[in-house]
């Protein structure tokens, strides 16, 4: 399944007159005869928070690898707020904060000393560099921690450190490898809230596998696969693309809960009933209840099809329970996506 | 310039805390000093010699020690930024990647700089002993800080290959060992049976020895201290290469 780009197609037709903060185009990465990265073309803009998405090995270690200058490209280009990462990759690299994959540290300084050192690389001196390493200490909560050796942090507070290093000059573009990964929820959830608290003012690209965050935090996800972007748009629209997206959830009851699937079987917008559960009425009972969901005939008939049962059950005197669509899941998505690729 | 003198300050005053903030430079200082002043006076018969000078009894054996020692000090350089996986921070920094290892280099000898000074007392001794000339002290003493960052500046080249500190150790010992062999007479000899004399000179010029035992001497010549330089070149170059090979 090769999606068309909607991001990037509207992008080419009416090419903006500013460029992008990320622009890459043609990227390629090979490992020997392995293509890790397979000829990938996509432009964040400012203000964006982009979520990468993909299974273990797909490439998107590598990509954020060629964006930040570590790796380079076999072939294609990679544009940073308009200065080439091959051609001037000290400017490029001024303008973005990375924090690589499992946060490495110098496991012999102090969470102090590795700031210093950071933002002596930065170029920070005198009171900017104090200024800023505070300001790192203070967004990423590493205040207790500030004179402690980095071998003796937990796993949350090395990730933090190593977060504060890539924000220490204040870049307009943060990349992100797997932030979260190997966090306790808690922490991760602290991470999302500082990508989200972030995201207001940069353009940050970020990978994960968990999906819960790209629809927490993300204004846009591409998912990539086997090296190749597989889908790109914002949550909402990936999540459209479920299978069961549109689907509306019912619990009728009713004097009988197989006679309520066969009536909403025979609307004129439904295409299949699916049953989760029917309870059929026991002596004495009068009623029956039919838990399931009904697809519509398209993805534009939810609406229509929401109409009919209503009325179907106004008139039959069903009584509604429960009735909403479903958004689609975008692990399912994932999955469909990343699956049939193979 | 400023940026480059202030991307390598930096990288040199880590690498340098690194060193003393762990046992690891102390541990090789240390161990320097005892067996460096031990052979000058158990084997080098310092107190007997009767020559008030440091060539046999105390330079002469250095380059046993810097064999082992200096590769200690020079194989975290870069193997340890690997095993980390640090290099990725410090190479999406914006510096170059010469300044990386220029400042590493700089605080590797700097420990050799420390070490050697610290022998300083054996000097003392001599000056205690007899009337030594201090031409030779000092030219040794350049020739030996010389032939430690050779030593330091090949095992940096080759940590820059592995990700592991004791194969960079290991192979920077056989390195090292290897350029000192060179240019021994019992090792001249097998070789003049195989090859040409002019084939086997280009080779035992090679030697750190022979340069080494020249500055011991007190005989300062330029082509001994550019045979130095030439080696630490060669070395950090080759770092640069392996650095490059592992990002493309």
Redesign the interface.
Known sequence: MRETREGLSRASDQRPPRHQMISVENLTKRFGTKLAVNDISFEVGKGEVLGFLGPNGAGKSTTMRMITGYFEPSAGSVMIDGVSMLDAPRLAKEKIGYLPENAPLYNDMTVLGFLGFSADLRGLTGTARSAAIGRALETCFLEPVRNQSIDTLSKGYRHRTCLAQSIIHDPEILILDEPTDGLDPNQKAEVRNLIKRMGETRTIVFSTHILEEVEAACTRAIIIDQGKIVADGTPDELKSRAVDAGALEVRIQGPSASAIREELGRLSCTKTVTTNSEHQPHEGEESGCFTGSVIPKGKDKTAALTVEINDLCRDRGFRIEELYCNPGRLDDVFRSITQTAE | MD?AF??I???F??EL??YF??PIAYTIIVIFLLVSTGFAFWVGDLWDFGDASLTWTFFFFLPWFFVVLAPAVGMRLWADEHR???I?????????TWHAIVGKFLASVLVWAIALLLTWPIVWTIQFLGDPDMGPILSGYLGSFLFASACVAISMAISAFTRSQITCLLISITVCLGLTLLGYPQIVEQLMKMLPANVVDGIADLSLMSHFLDMTKGVLVFRDILYFMSIIVVSLVVTSIAIRAK??
Do not use: F
């Open positions: 940026i202030r991307n300050k930096a990288v005053r880590r805390s690194a903030s762990s980390q996986g640090t990725e921070l410090i190479l999406t920094m914006p510096i170059h990002r493309s």
